[in-house]
């Protein structure tokens, strides 16, 4: 047991602190961002060392969205006559419009296109195309998350189960459990912005 938490000390500590940014995510808490940043550096470390680069190159983007979602979010408290029964639960959100919606559909194909070429040329993943396919969809939903879009929780349900999957053939098998608890999360954290949002 001991081997075994020296083996996957870093895996353990990026789990507590992932689960800590999807909670105060749910809440719409802007110290979510802090734990993202470091959640996301923890992980760099551990996809490169499981030859997930798509995953490693992933995190990157997340360290700077993080930062740039941070500052977004400070800007944009809302204040306290427009919070719903002056609840501090209080979620405010937009809604993904069709014309954004049929554009981030195509980023994201240019984005997978992009990721499975260079993964499949100039590197040995071997598993070029779904570690594309988490990437292409997560940098999309990350930056929909910034923007507060509501609808970036269906991206992140189907993300966070076909990762369960992806995880746990690459032998991460406490990121694959940690991806189940973020799949159920994502769904509560959909509910709960829907059922507080102004």
Same mark, same amino acid.
């Given at each position: 047991m001991m081997n075994w938490l020296a083996d996957n000390?870093? +895996? *353990?500590? &990026?789990?507590?602190? &992932?689960?800590?940014?999807? %909670?105060? +995510?749910? /809440? !719409? /808490?802007? !110290?979510?961002? *802090?734990? &993202?940043?470091? @959640?996301?550096?923890? %992980? *760099? =470390?551990? =996809?490169f060392g499981a030859k997930i680069y798509a995953g490693m190159s992933l995190n990157i983007y997340y360290v700077i969205v993080s930062i740039y979602g941070f500052i977004l979010w400070q800007?944009? /408290?809302?204040?306290? +006559?427009? /919070?719903?029964?002056?609840?501090?639960d209080a979620i405010s959100y937009n809604n993904l419009y069709l014309k954004l919606g049929i554009i981030l559909l195509f980023i994201t194909a240019l984005i997978y296109i992009l990721m499975v070429y260079v993964l499949k040329n100039y590197t040995d993943s071997p598993v070029s195309y779904k570690d594309s396919l988490v990437t292409s969809l997560s940098i999309i939903a990350t930056w929909m998350l910034a923007k507060k879009i509501i609808q970036h929780w =269906?991206?992140? *349900?189907?993300?966070? =189960?076909?990762?369960?999957?992806? %995880? %746990? @053939?690459? +032998?991460?098998?406490? @990121?694959?459990?940690?991806?189940?608890?973020? &799949?159920?999360?994502?769904i509560i954290g959909y509910l709960n912005w829907k059922k507080n949002g102004i």
């Open positions: 000390w870093l +895996e *353990i500590f &990026g789990v507590i602190t &992932g689960l800590g940014y999807l %909670y105060l +995510e749910i /809440k !719409q /808490k802007p !110290q979510m961002w *802090i734990l &993202g940043i470091l @959640t996301s550096f923890v %992980y *760099i =470390f551990v =996809f800007k944009d /408290k809302p204040s306290a +006559e427009n /919070k719903k029964d002056d609840s501090a =269906f991206i992140w *349900i189907f993300v966070n =189960f076909f990762s369960v999957y992806l %995880y %746990y @053939t690459m +032998e991460l098998r406490l @990121t694959a459990i940690l991806y189940i608890v973020y &799949g159920a999360l994502s």
